[in-house]
């Protein structure tokens, strides 16, 4: 009988030597689950940049990474529904662009180990992402497009100037653009400018939202907004008309038809966000990932919008 035991034993000794060396051959596969809010130009640029780099980085360190992309139709209910099938397919690391797919991933990750890496949110503070942006307290960081609203409203100085009344058109339900209509409130207040909003709650009410204002307003202003962003090409058209001049807060808004923007460029933020996400993945704590705001802004103009509406933007082409 002992000696049986002593077989059994040695037996399994050997086989878990031998599944050990089989485990140091094989390459660890990680798990992504990647929720984008809505398929539109600049959350779509971020993802191409964000999948290349990653596919790069994997390739290089020998690491295998399977990316299950998830488009959520700008519709919280989807979102809530994706992010919760993550948590249940228990991913490595959730990515989440713009900002309520990240707050849905935020959302549904509570009380597991599974952390975020957010993409593009303007105001992750205001969205309650985190607390401070250079030590993430939780499971969540990532990149941010912090929009630099004096900027634009110095840039509309320049291009337009005199602009008494701007009208803005945002989505009230997107925590990113209700916190840089405030700045944008207060800044233009302290020169005594005024600014009218037309909230809409869907892309279809763009186009009247944009009606409502053209005949009061000298200049629209749009935020980085997402639900605006589906339908900038039918806003844009209806400004055109009446010859106002559109200022918004990304360079693929002004590729739909505004008329020129201070931004951040989507390509650099998507490769960083791809860097974070490798880090996290290959074992490094969130904490220790701070949030990046992206700094570098530079200038977007339409030159075929400018000339419909004549205004002189050569100072700007490329
Ligand atoms: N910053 C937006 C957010 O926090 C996402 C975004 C990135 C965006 N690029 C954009 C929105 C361009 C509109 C247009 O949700």
């Known amino acids: 009988m ?21 485990d140091t051959n094989q390459v660890d596969t990680f798990k992504i ?4 809010l809505v398929e539109h130009s600049s959350l779509d640029e971020i993802r191409t940049a964000f999948t290349d780099q990653i596919a790069e980085s994997a390739k290089k360190n020998g690491l295998q990474i399977e990316i299950d992309y998830q488009n959520a139709q700008n519709d919280m209910t989807t979102i809530n529904t994706i992010c919760q099938k993550f948590v249940a397919d ?10 309520p797919a990240a707050q849905g991933a935020a959302a549904a990750v509570q009380g597991t180990n599974i952390p975020v890496i957010f993409s593009a949110i303007t105001d992750p503070i ?15 960081t990532g990149t941010s497009d912090a929009i630099p609203v004096d900027k ?55 186009q009247l939202a944009a009606q409502n204002l053209v005949g009061k307003c000298d200049a ?18 209806e400004a055109i008309k009446t010859k106002t001049p559109v200022y918004a807060a990304a360079d693929s808004l002004v ?20 860097d974070m996400a490798l880090k996290a993945i290959t074992g490094t704590a969130i904490k220790d990932i701070p949030v990046e705001v992206l700094k570098d802004n530079s200038v977007t103009v339409n030159t075929d919008t ?13």
């Open 2 to 22: 002992k000696k049986f035991i002593t077989i059994i034993l040695s037996l399994t000794l050997a086989l878990t030597v031998l599944t050990s060396c089989a």
């Open 33 to 36: 689950g990647l929720i984008q």
């Open 90 to 99: 228990n991913v490595d690391l959730i990515v989440a662009i713009a900002t």
């Open 126 to 140: 205001a969205a309650e992402l985190v607390l401070d942006l250079d030590a993430p307290e939780g499971n969540i």
């Open 152 to 206: 634009i409203f110095d840039l509309a100085d320049e291009l337009t100037p005199g602009n008494k009344k701007y009208g803005v058109v945002y989505n009230l339900g997107e925590d990113n653009s209700v916190s840089v209509v405030k700045q944008a409130k207060e800044y233009l207040e302290s020169k005594g400018i005024e600014l009218i909003e037309s909230p809409i709650t869907s892309s279809t009410e763009a």
């Open 220 to 237: 629209i202003f749009v935020p980085i907004d997402n639900t605006v962003a589906n339908a900038m090409s039918i806003l844009a058209e």
């Open 255 to 274: 590729g739909d038809g505004a008329l020129a923007s201070v931004g951040v460029n989507y390509t650099n933020l998507g490769k960083q966000t791809a």
């Open 306 to 318: 400018a000339t419909k509406i004549g205004v002189d933007v050569s100072k700007y082409a490329k």
